[in-house]
């Protein structure tokens, strides 16, 4: 029987991309859609101003929107994705633990938080044990796992299939898309013929995060990988895919030829919205490219390429679809993981 669940800010832009995977997802069905109070009590159709690539799925047209409060929530509803501003996150998200609901959540608030899991699950899926300390120290029924940051999945999955070869520095640049931003992020007039070399936030998430993610949890506490991480991102006029550029020094020699073969063979996971090849990497020194490759596995896929020796230790680029991979496949993906290790 599929498991009843609820979108947390359904109306938005990553909402919109949770319901377009949810609605036929085999293990999942939608049970309950909340956004702002402006939104609340109309149909989802008059809520959301739809611009996801695939019509509204009927049945979540009709649906009543309802405030974004446990109360609202029905009883029977076992799993809440959530997509809500990180500022709303922060003051609601654990009031639905507390009242017993499990969360899996996209929003920034809380990622570095010692007892919460920040899980990419072929990366890290072993963290998600770490919810045992978080019920025992914040006595919620309910519980609560969250996905990195968008650039920062695109690239610590590579990182993770370097790291038998020891990580010890890693530059990256970034070449977001605008769809990262939100619809009302980033106006046409600012980034139309033009690139902005900074996104306020984003580099701090990509230097914290990664090291989080990348590093181990022995049953009652995680450790941090001690790995440097520099970071510097950019906005161009691309519309979704986010493009990095990472230098990465090694404890061990490590030839392109090696690297390539690391990512190739790091494996997948057997679940729903894993992609059958995790790391998909390119020969050709032009690829990938966001228009032509962030679409690999239904966007849950990362490409890699242009693997080469440079002065700084290993360079290449990796690329990935940033509200799929990036944000809502990831949030969906996590909540396969926590079906799978019996959290619902
Ligand atoms: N866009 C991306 O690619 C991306 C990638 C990674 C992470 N994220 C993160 O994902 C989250 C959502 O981003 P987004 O781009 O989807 O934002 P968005 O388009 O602005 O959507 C925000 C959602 O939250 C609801 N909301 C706003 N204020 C609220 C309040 N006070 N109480 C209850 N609900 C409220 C909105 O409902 P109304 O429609 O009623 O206003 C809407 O459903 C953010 O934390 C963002 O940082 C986004």
Redesign the pocket.
């Known amino acids: 029987m599929a498991v009843r669940v609820g979108v947390?800010?359904?109306?938005?832009?990553?909402?919109q991309r949770l319901i377009q995977l949810l609605d036929p997802h085999p293990e999942f069905e939608i049970a309950a859609l909340?956004?702002?109070?402006?939104?609340a009590g109309k149909t989802y159709r008059q809520?959301?101003k739809w611009r996801v690539d695939s019509p509204i799925p009927d049945d979540v047209a009709e649906m009543t929107?309802t405030?974004?409060d446990p109360d609202e929530v029905p009883n029977d509803v076992d799993l809440l994705f959530s997509?809500?501003?990180?500022s709303?996150?922060e003051a609601?998200e654990p009031g639905f633990c507390e009242a017993g609901y499990v969360m899996s959540s996209?929003?920034?608030n809380g990622r570095m938080d010692d007892d919460i899991p920040l899980v990419i699950p072929e990366v890290n899926g072993d963290h998600i044990d770490l919810l045992e300390v978080q019920r025992d120290e914040r006595g919620w029924d309910g519980a609560m796992v969250k996905n990195p940051?968008?650039s920062t999945i695109t690239f610590v999955p590579t990182l993770a299939a370097l790291a038998e070869y020891g990580l010890e520095k890693v530059h990256v640049a970034t070449l977001q898309a605008v769809?990262?931003?939100?619809?009302?992020?980033v106006s046409s007039m600012e980034i139309i013929d033009n690139a902005i070399p900074h996104i306020g936030g984003e580099e701090d998430k990509l230097e914290t995060e990664s090291k989080k993610l990348l590093g181990s949890f022995d049953g009652a506490a995680l450790s941090l990988n001690d790995v440097e991480v520099g970071a510097s991102c950019n906005r161009i006029p691309t519309i979704d895919g986010h493009l990095e550029n990472v230098f990465v020094e090694t404890a061990e020699d490590l030839s392109p030829e090696e690297a390539a073969k690391a990512m190739r063979e790091y494996p997948a996971l057997d679940l729903y919205s894993s992609p059958e090849q995790l790391i998909e990497v390119f020969e050709d020194p032009e690829r990938p490219q966001p228009r032509l490759d962030r679409t690999l596995g239904d966007g849950m896929s990362i490409s890699a390429g242009g693997i080469r020796e440079s002065t700084f230790g290993l360079q290449y680029n990796c690329l990935a679809h940033?509200?799929m991979r990036?944000?809502a496949g990831a949030s969906v993906l996590n909540g396969e993981l926590l079906l799978e290790n019996g959290y619902l």
């Open positions: 947390l800010g359904a109306t938005g832009a990553v909402g909340t956004a702002s109070d402006a939104s809520a959301a929107v405030a974004t997509s809500l501003p990180s709303v996150g609601v996209n929003s920034s940051n968008c769809s990262g931003a939100g619809y009302d992020g940033n509200t990036g944000a």
